[in-house]
Structure formats: structure tokens, C-alpha cells
């Protein structure tokens, strides 16, 4: 989300701003010298070039060279504060969080009323950056004051209504970790007043307000007022997903994965389902329980004589799977579909006409693994690592899992998390390497995972990969060519007694 513009960026012409890119790229994969470079090579106003000595100066961890840039510009401009801001972006980059807040929480008690009409821009992207700093941090209470401060700066309605949508969500995220009493009902109060400002216009915020108002409802107990809600608003939704379809049609997104009537559906199936378990655990009404998963009767008939049903569970969930393949909630619905389906045969003994197929199954495989992939395309990495698990855990051993497997451990390497990589070689190798169709697919992930770490200069952890892959998959087409340029590496290095392992090897299996 970018609000306005900060220093930074105007006043460049359009080489300037692409070589500025590039810069921000070579910094972004840790090549901070080269990134250097390239930003010496050009001739940038003085505001600008200090704030790219900052970037560099935090890639590098030289806090101290970082902080001598700032202290040549002191005071409470908007120059100043970002230099200041950079540095603390540096900060959370290198897991100084105290730092990185200090700075944050120095620029917005300068204004507790909100910004001067000339900071507007500067103070939203600020807090609203900052804001994601803390949600990543797991500190909703800070991001939601950090969403508050974003809002002083009054800004248009568009952004305004994104901004209270998301702190609403917040607030029901720390009302549900909360328990009953006043803490709790403080923040359903504020998530409430609004979710009633959103309600006005309808828009994607609005659909997004029903979710959430069917949420809180279930939070204070009134499971009939949750339910109610799609049918209440059914009409809005429906118009909100025929624009979403549109803008669909006209960019060549499919935008169905931010539908509302999706995330409503899904949501109200969810309320029936476990209240439905619930009954039946505690051997309570099973009438009310059978009317929760398929819908209550509401009289007449349907075309084919069966009694006229309200939706339930079961047709919320099968909606969703069929109509909205690409949606977070798609997969979930699919398993809990199945589920009352096992409910309905074990408890009243009866069969459910409507059926999932092979091919619904593979069509919300292919949209869930190719969500994953597009954030992995967008260096989105940490939340292409929760998309992959996801999916992965739904889809485990399909020719779309092996290369998501792969990608997944790119994205671990990329984040830092290389016990989690570890895990995922290991995977791939054992669980693949004797299966019929997909062993070479996977040693081909193996080897291209090794050889990340060895564009890294690892080469020690790309040995150690490698010699998984060539305990696992002996019969791979490219472990013989393999063992032999590592045979001979260590041959023309005089590591005899490593290059002669290497040679066994490759007369013992091949």
C-alpha cells in the first residue's frame, strides 16, 4: 500500500528511478557493495544520496556510519525523519526491534493530533509501514496503535476505508485472544464503530465488514445472528462479486479471491459445522444438529420432491469449493464437506446427492498451488512459505507438490530458516526418491537447492545436500555424472581419501 510520495523519489527522471531499482535489488539479495556502486555512479540531489548511504550503511549492519548521516541533518523535517525512518527500517531488518520501535514511536508522539498538511503522505506511509513492522513482530497491540496514528492523518475515503477494515480485523484478533470481560469488550466496541463507518458504502470493505460483523456476532454467543447475515446481505454480496468479475475480466486477474460472498459463506458453513459437533458431542438436540449441516425446511417442494431447505453447512461449504477454487478458504472447505458427508452417513445413515469430483479436486489444487507460486514470484516470501505449507498439507504427493517443495525451500533459504530447508531435502529425498514418476522431478529439486547454497558460497551446506541426494536417489539419471565431477573436484584439490569415496561409490552403484 503506498500512500503518498516520501523523500525519496521525486525530482528523478525515469533512468534515475530504474537504476534506483536495481540498486534496491542488489541490496535486497545482500549485495550491498554493488549496490553502492551503482547508486555512486549517479548524480542524485544530497537528500536523496543520504538516504541511500543509510540503506546501505543498515544492509551492512554500520549503524554508527548510518547514524553520522542523520546527525548532519537534525531537527523534526521531513528530511530528517527520513533518514531517521531508513535507520530504523535497518534496525527490524537485522532483528533490532527495540531499536527500529524507538525511532517509530519518537516520530509519532511529535504528533499526537496527527500530521502538518505537508507530512500527510509521509506520516500514513510511516505509520502504516510501521504497522506491518509490528504485525510481523506478533504485536497486534502496537499495530493497532499504529493504524490509529495512520487515521489522524485523515486521509481520502478510499484509504481510509482500507485502513479501518484492517484495524478492525485486529481488534477482533486481540478481542477473541482476550478473556470475557473488559479488555475484550473494549475492542469489540472500537472494531464495532468501525465496522458500522464501513457499512455506508458498498465496496470490497464492505463485503469485508459483513465477515467481520458475522465474526464478532459469533463471538458474543448469537450463533442465529451470524447465520442470518448472508441471507441478510445477500443481495450486496452478489453485487460486490459481479464487480469483482468484472475488474477480472478487464485486467485478467481473477479477483474471486477476495470475494466477500466467499469469506461469508465459508465463514457461516464454519459456525454451523462446529456447532452442529458440538450438539452431537454433548448428545444434545440432534434435530437442530441435522438442520445445521444441510439446512433446515422451509416448506414446498423442489423440482425434483424433496422438502425445500434453507443453505447449510454443507451447501455453504460446496459453494465455496466449486464456485471459488482460488480463495484461502477453498481447500478447508473441500476436507469439512467430506467431513459432514461422514457425519451424515455415520448418525442419520443417509447420502448426499451432491458430490465433489476428481476434477474439482484438481482444479482448486492447481488455483491453491498457483496463489503459492505468485507470492513466491513477488519475493513475498514469508507468506508464500504459509501458502505452501498449506497447500502442501492438503496436496502432499502430486506432481504440483514436488516443485512447490522446491520453492518452499527457496523461500526458507531466503528467510534464513535453513533447519526448515534441511527438512525439506530430506522430505523430498525419502519420500519421493523410490516413486515411480516423480524421483527424477524431485532429485532435480535436490540438486537445484544445492545449488542455491553454492551461489551463496555455502559450499560446505551444498555438499552436505548433496550427499543426501546421493545417498536416496541412486537410479537418478544425473547422480553417475554427479559422483564424477565431485570425484574429480577433489581429485585435482589432492582430497584423496574424499575423491576415492566418491569413486567407490560410483562403482558400487553404477
Excluded at 444441510?294 to 425434483?304: D, E, Y
Aim: contains cysteine; glycine residues 6%.
Amino acid at each position: 500500500m503506498t500512500f503518498g510520495q516520501g523523500l525519496g523519489g521525486g525530482g528523478l527522471t525515469p533512468e534515475q528511478e530504474l537504476e534506483l531499482a536495481y540498486a534496491d535489488k542488489l541490496l535486497a539479495v545482500g549485495l550491498a557493495d554493488y549496490s553502492r556502486k551503482v547508486v555512486e555512479s549517479l548524480t542524485l540531489p544530497p537528500e536523496i544520496m543520504d538516504i541511500r548511504k543509510i540503506k546501505n550503511y543498515g544492509a551492512l549492519g554500520e549503524f554508527e556510519k548510518a547514524k553520522a548521516v542523520i546527525a548532519k541533518r537534525p531537527g523534526n523535517t521531513q528530511e530528517a525523519w527520513t533518514l531517521k525512518l531508513s535507520l530504523a527500517d535497518a534496525y527490524y531488518m537485522w532483528g533490532k526491534y527495540g531499536e527500529a520501535q524507538g525511532i517509530y514511536d519518537s516520530f509519532f508522539a511529535k504528533f499526537p493530533e496527527g500530521p502538518k498538511p505537508a507530512l500527510k503522505g509521509f506520516y500514513m506511509e510511516s505509520a502504516y509501514k510501521y504497522s506491518q513492522m509490528l504485525l510481523m513482530m506478533d504485536n497486534k497491540k502496537g499495530a493497532a496503535k499504529a493504524y490509529r496514528s495512520a487515521l489522524k492523518a485523515k486521509p481520502e475515503r478510499h484509504i481510509e476505508r482500507q485502513l479501518m477494515s484492517e484495524l478492525a480485523e485486529i481488534l477482533l484478533q486481540l478481542a477473541e485472544a482476550a478473556p470475557a470481560g473488559a479488555g475484550r469488550a473494549a475492542n469489540l466496541k472500537e472494531a464495532k464503530k468501525y465496522i458500522d463507518k464501513i457499512l455506508w458504502v458498498q465496496d470490497l470493505w464492505f463485503g469485508r465488514a459483513i465477515v467481520m460483523l458475522a465474526h464478532m456476532k459469533m463471538m458474543q454467543g448469537d450463533i442465529d445472528g451470524a447465520m442470518s447475515l448472508v441471507d441478510d446481505y445477500k443481495d450486496q454480496l452478489k453485487e460486490i462479486d459481479e464487480n469483482l468479475k468484472r475488474s477480472a475480466a478487464e485486467t485478467g486477474e481473477d479477483m474471486t479471491k477476495l470475494s466477500p460472498m466467499a469469506q461469508c459463506r465459508y465463514m457461516i458453513g464454519v459456525i454451523m459445522h462446529d456447532e452442529s459437533k458440538k450438539l452431537l458431542k454433548a448428545k444434545g438436540d440432534r434435530q437442530r444438529a441435522l438442520d445445521l449441516l444441510i439446512g433446515r425446511a422451509t416448506g414446498g417442494t423442489t423440482r425434483s420432491g424433496s422438502p425445500k431447505r434453507s443453505s447449510g453447512a454443507l451447501q455453504h461449504f460446496l459453494n465455496v469449493f466449486i464456485r471459488y477454487p482460488n480463495t484461502s478458504w477453498a481447500p478447508d472447505a473441500g476436507n469439512r464437506f467430506r467431513e459432514i458427508e461422514e457425519t451424515l452417513k455415520r448418525e442419520w445413515d443417509t447420502e448426499v446427492k451432491a458430490k465433489i469430483t476428481p476434477d474439482q479436486w484438481a482444479a482448486v489444487e492447481q488455483a491453491q498451488f498457483r496463489e503459492a507460486r505468485s507470492l513466491f514470484n513477488q519475493q513475498r516470501f514469508k507468506e508464500a512459505i504459509a501458502a505452501y505449507e498449506q497447500v502442501l498439507s492438503l496436496f502432499p504427493e502430486r506432481e504440483t507438490s514436488v516443485a512447490a517443495l522446491g520453492e518452499l525451500a527457496a523461500c526458507y533459504i531466503e528467510v534464513e530458516e535453513l533447519l526448515l530447508c534441511d527438512v525439506v531435502v530430506r522430505h523430498l529425498s525419502e519420500r519421493f526418491c523410490q516413486h515411480e514418476k516423480m524421483m527424477t522431478a524431485a532429485g532435480d529439486q535436490v540438486v537445484r537447492i544445492a545449488f542455491s547454497f553454492s551461489e551463496r558460497g555455502d559450499k560446505a551446506r551444498m555438499r552436505e545436500i548433496y550427499d543426501v541426494f546421493f545417498t536416496y536417489f541412486k537410479k537418478h539419471p544425473r547422480t553417475a555424472t554427479e559422483l564424477f565431477r565431485f570425484a574429480e573436484e577433489e581429485f585435482r584439490a589432492e582430497n584423496l581419501t574424499k575423491a576415492l569415496e566418491y569413486y567407490e561409490q560410483i562403482l558400487a552403484d553404477h
